[in-house]
């Protein structure tokens, strides 16, 4: 069947990427539609288009402009998707009070406005965020930058400067902050309370928040870092600087520091400075073993131990008794492998940790230290943990915790996998998210044969969040779901019900 392509250019109108991605899934939603995209005319996105086949003919665009893709199964159902989309970009956006919400079109604009604002979030194509965000700093705001795409000789020059002007320059790929209680980006509605996160992972540190939060404690502030924050070309600067103002915050008891392992270099300056800290620290460093700390710090190696430690040693999902479910749970002979389909990129580190430690050998297209990725030789027939939010599957489309069906192709295939004995599934709700993961899940999953593999679940969020976690785990549930009270008890079920099927498998002749 051929397919009609429609495009529009709309001439300097710029709308952020996450609002972008968010019309996009509801136009590629519509009845006929293949595919939608809405993105700036930047080269890249231009160039991510034209691979997707959404272009029809050169595009005369520029990067301030914003390019309206859509392929249809005619051209009246383009014609009407194209025409929704321009109706919902020119809806006046209406505040609670229901009065129209008025857009600066600068930062200048932006801080004469709200002459009382302190802080900034960036989120535009990533050639243009650096300029942006010295803007900010220049205006003597904080910055969260989203945008990713910047080069790291931008990062390390906005970080310096933000640091001469005793200000926090967040990101860039900045995806989750909660700075007094005001959740930024893609974060959950957290108790306030004691303990402060600096995170250099966006769904680390919301995961280990959500477990606080739900465990009955809470969150002075989450301060993200940016995920090249801790390598050796950085410093930690942002890391440093968070760690200064958590020092010196007295809502603040106890601190979490989440990243993947530092560069040495790095990882021994911020030790150090975790020692001068008149505060306990809590380090998880995924995918290291270990780490040298001092007295006034301990290493946990999970998120899970992170949010433990946190809590003082209490114990999360304590009624959950993974030993006693694995050997309930039915299994087919002849299985052997795992398929971990991750929206959280270090939920996905996480599990290859925890299987990996288990036994497990695994691969993954975001390898951790150790873990050869999936197009190496060595991979065939492994366990595979694939982050799904990596830009080979998002290229031109909404990140998986926004638009969950990214997932989807990648879960059917796994349903109907000989090879595959249980399936591993990771779902983040919050701001942001999607506003229902869980029964897009079960949709997918309900005519799954009485054969297939076993699915695993984690949720992370709270009760607080707009999604409400009951209500998703309960959801999953009723579709045959497991699931876990963290993505690491997840993953040690995973675990449990893999290595009893071995067990299984290698009797079964004798």
């Not at 975001?366 to 694939?386: K, T």
Request: hydrophobic share 45%.
């Amino acid at each position: 069947m051929s397919a009609f392509v429609l495009n529009e250019i709309r001439k300097g109108f710029y709308l952020d990427s996450v609002a972008l991605m968010r019309l996009s899934r509801e136009i590629a939603s519509a009845p006929g539609i293949l595919e939608a995209a809405l993105m700036m005319g930047t080269p890249s996105n231009v160039a991510i288009m034209r691979n997707a086949g959404l272009l029809d003919g050169d595009v005369a665009a520029q990067g301030n402009d914003l390019i309206l893709a859509v392929k249809a199964e005619s051209e009246q159902a383009a014609r009407d998707a194209l025409g929704d989309a321009l109706k919902a970009l020119d809806k006046p956006k209406t505040q609670s009070s229901g009065e129209v919400a008025w857009r600066p079109r600068s930062i200048g604009a932006a801080v004469k406005a709200t002459p009382d604002a302190n802080l900034a979030l960036i989120s535009v194509p990533g050639e243009f965020a650096a300029a942006e965000a010295r803007k900010a700093l220049n205006r003597g705001l904080h910055v969260l930058m989203f945008s990713d795409n910047v080069s790291i000789t931008d990062e390390l020059s906005l970080k310096q400067h933000a640091r001469e002007l005793g200000l926090l320059m967040m990101g860039p790929d900045c995806g989750t902050a909660v700075i007094g209680g005001a959740p930024l980006a893609f974060a959950n509605k957290l108790k306030r309370g004691k303990i402060g996160i600096i995170g250099a992972s966006g769904t680390g540190t919301q995961e280990v928040s959500c477990l606080i939060s739900e465990a009955g404690e809470g969150i002075s502030h989450a301060i993200g870092v940016g995920g090249r924050d801790l390598k050796k070309e950085i410093g930690g600067i942002t890391t440093l600087m968070a760690m200064d103002a958590l020092d010196a915050d007295p809502e603040t008891d106890r601190v979490v520091l989440i990243s993947k392992p530092p560069h040495p270099d790095v990882a021994k300056v911020v030790i150090a400075r975790i020692a001068r800290s008149p505060k306990p620290y809590t380090v998880c460093f995924i995918g290291a073993a270990s780490a040298e700390l001092p007295p006034n710090a301990n290493f946990a190696r999970t998120l899970k131990d992170a949010a433990e430690l946190a809590l003082g040693g209490r114990t999360i999902g304590g009624n959950f008794n993974v030993t006693k479910l694995a050997t309930r749970l039915p299994r087919r002979r002849g299985e052997r492998r795992i398929e971990g389909l991750f929206a959280g990129g270090t939920l996905c580190a996480e599990a290859q940790v925890i299987l990996g430690a288990g036994g497990r050998q695994v691969t993954s297209n975001a390898a951790i230290p150790n873990v050869p990725y999936l197009d190496a030789p060595e991979s065939a027939g492994l366990d595979r943990i694939i982050d799904l939010g990596a830009d080979e599957y998002t290229q031109g489309r909404p990140h998986p915790m926004i638009d969950p069906s990214v997932r989807d192709d990648a879960l059917r295939a796994a349903l109907v996998d000989p090879e595959v004995a249980v399936i591993l599934v990771d779902l983040v709700i919050g701001y942001g998210a999607h506003a229902d993961p869980a029964a897009h899940l079960a949709e997918i999953v309900a005519d799954r044969a009485d054969n297939a593999p076993i699915i695993v679940a984690s949720v992370t969020g709270t009760e607080l969040d707009r999604q409400v976690r009951s209500a998703q785990v309960r959801r999953l549930e009723e579709a045959g779901v497991m699931v876990a009270p963290s993505n690491a008890q997840a993953c040690e079920l995973v675990l449990a019900l893999a290595t009893t099927d071995m067990k299984v498998n290698r009797y079964a002749n004798t």
